[in-house]
């Protein structure tokens, strides 16, 4: 059974830096993907970005593509967020998902792809 364990959430204001971190236990294959999304209060769960076990290729959501910078060292992923903005503001995720890469971002960051979650935590981007 695959368990994700979430660190690094809590809060900072604008244009300040935060680093969540995510433990992967229990996976069984060789090729999967490990994502981070987010879900703001009153809106659907957004992909943020994601990671591939096999060769490390790494996707991003336009919203944050230049700020966010994913990483994976064994088997924890790590996601370096700077430059914060109040539209940050959500509970974080990360999950395990696909074992077939695309190309396609909008495909790697579905979140319906992905099928073991984190408990989430809530990152809070506010003066």
């Known amino acids: 059974q695959v368990q994700l364990v979430e660190s690094g959430g809590g809060s900072v204001h604008p244009g300040g830096s935060l680093s969540l971190s995510c433990k992967v236990f229990?996976?069984?294959?060789?090729?999967?993907?490990i994502g981070w999304f987010r879900q703001a209060p009153g809106q659907e769960r957004e992909g943020v970005s994601c990671i591939t076990s096999g060769d490390a290729t790494t996707y991003y959501s336009d919203s944050v593509k230049g700020r966010f910078t994913i990483s994976m060292d064994n088997n924890i992923v790590y996601l370096q967020m700077n430059n914060l903005k109040s539209e940050d503001t959500a509970v974080y995720y990360c999950?395990?998902?696909?074992?077939?890469?695309?190309?396609?971002?909008?495909?790697?960051?579905?979140?319906?792809?992905?099928?073991?979650w984190g408990q989430g935590m809530l990152v809070t981007v506010s003066s």
């Open positions: 229990g996976v069984t294959v060789k090729y999967y993907t």
């Open positions: 999950a395990t998902g696909p074992t077939i890469y695309t190309p396609d971002a909008d495909v790697m960051l579905n979140h319906r792809l992905y099928d073991s």
